[in-house]
């Protein structure tokens, strides 16, 4: 017996399918979407960029994605800094519970801007920083936190152009990909 379905319904019923396979992936549980980071290394990241570039009338740090740029780069470009990274964010939170006894991310802003501002003067203390100078840590952080922020957005970052719009630049044109195609008449 064969059931006649028109074609309205055929497309609800599918479309419900479809949406409902589209669910599956969320019934596994929490999937991390890191390729470098672990969920508690990112968390300190994103509290220390929010820091260098806070969201106040414009986008910050956390708007553009600055971690996704950092964490990609990280498994590419960048892949000499991972020990660097992952030793200084340690140090971020052995001084920060030492200070505070409060991991770093939870801590109020006034209190991570302090503890910032001993890793820029290099005054930082805690175990990881007798391998790792925490003034070079923190000034590799910022300047990879501001080229998320400011690069173009296939790297990663910029998140949908929200540097160059809060600047009023355009969309850097990339020399070779724009050009008008020439007829040979």
Known sequence: MVIRQDRRSFLKTTAAGVAGLSMLPNCRGPVTTWRFFTEEEAKVLIAIAEQIIPADDDPGATDANVINFI????????????????????????????????????????????????????????????????????????????????????????????????????YPQVIGRNKKKVSSE
């Open 71 to 170: 964490d990609r780069q990280l498994v590419s470009y960048l892949k000499e800094y991972q020990q660097l990274y992952r030793t200084g964010l340690q140090g971020i939170q052995e001084f920060s519970l030492a200070r505070f006894n409060t991991k770093f991310e939870e801590l109020p802003w006034d209190d991570q801007y302090e503890l910032l501002s001993s890793l820029e003067k290099g005054t930082a203390k805690g175990e990881s920083w007798k391998s790792v100078d925490p003034r070079s840590f923190f000034n590799m952080v910022r300047d990879h936190t501001m080229m998320g922020f400011y690069g173009p957005p296939r790297h990663g970052g910029n998140k949908d152009l929200v540097s160059y719009r809060m600047l009023g630049f355009d």
